[in-house]
């Protein structure tokens, strides 16, 4: 694991490696040996395995985090979508979690996924579908208590049909903001992955009554061919002090 509050990154000095080309092997595919070659020449793959985090993805959160400053020292979180870990990993890091690894009852940071993951200090883990009905009951009753930040990674298989997958993306976003408005603390923050052009208006529209700030980001560490961004919601302003719906 990576040193706790280290930034992190995928352009240091220690990160200069030769770009390397991947043969088509008889069994192997043309798609998967640009996958391959990509992973290989990849410098947020590479950082990932030289600073301890177990994807690139946790590089995405890091620079969120920067930008919105969304983590804290004993702030309360819970990540949606979390196997392999990379995300859990940067919230314990930068919460302090991964310093009380023997108090689990604290409940400081909850991963949650439909499968396994392999434990991380100060880390509680829960594993469900959460698009199974009484899912974010579960969740609320594994946290036992309000929390500072709802995290949403979760992403369904791609069909390659874009409004179908969009639609997905969009069903996954708005079953966290639900678990997000049950469970937030007021000012307390959202995010969740979304696909590029944004998150749907209907939905955006209800993020905007129930958050004082909401916005787009696409981070450096999500790759430049893929469609996906974030909406990063700030300021819960609580379930009693939303702002009246637009007419």
């Excluded at 969120?64 to 995300?87: E, M, S, T, Y």
């Excluded at 909850?110 to 959460?130: Q, T």
Aim: charged content about 30%; aromatic content about 6%; proline content about 4%.
């Amino acid at each position: 694991m990576a040193a706790s509050g280290k930034k992190g990154g995928a352009g240091g000095s220690g990160g200069r490696h030769l770009k390397t080309r991947v043969k088509t092997a008889r069994r192997r595919t043309t798609s998967s040996s640009r996958w391959l070659q990509r992973q290989l020449n990849d410098p947020y793959v590479h950082a990932a395995k030289r600073e301890g985090y177990r994807s690139r993805a946790a590089f995405k959160l890091i620079e969120l985090d920067d930008r919105f400053h969304l983590l804290a020292r004993g702030k309360r979180v819970v990540d949606l979508g979390a196997a392999p870990g990379g995300w859990s990993q940067v919230v314990a890091e930068r919460t302090g979690a991964a310093k009380r690894a023997d108090d689990d009852a604290d409940g400081r940071a909850l991963a949650v996924d439909l499968i396994d993951m392999e434990p991380i200090p100060g880390v509680r883990f829960l594993k469900l579908d959460f698009t199974e009905e009484g899912a974010d009951d579960a969740v609320m009753a594994a946290l036992g208590g309000p929390v500072d930040l709802v995290l949403s990674d979760m992403a369904a298989p791609a069909t390659g049909h874009r409004p179908t997958d969009h639609l997905r993306i969009v069903y996954l976003c708005e079953l966290a903001l639900d678990l997000a408005e049950r469970v937030l603390k007021p000012g307390g923050a959202f995010v969740a992955k979304v696909l590029m052009g944004g998150t749907e208006a209907d939905l955006l529209k209800r993020m905007k009554r129930h958050f004082r700030s909401v916005k787009h980001a696409k981070p450096d560490a999500s790759r430049k061919d893929s469609a996906e961004s974030y909406v990063v919601a700030t300021g819960f302003r609580g379930p009693d002090m939303q702002e009246p719906s637009e007419k």
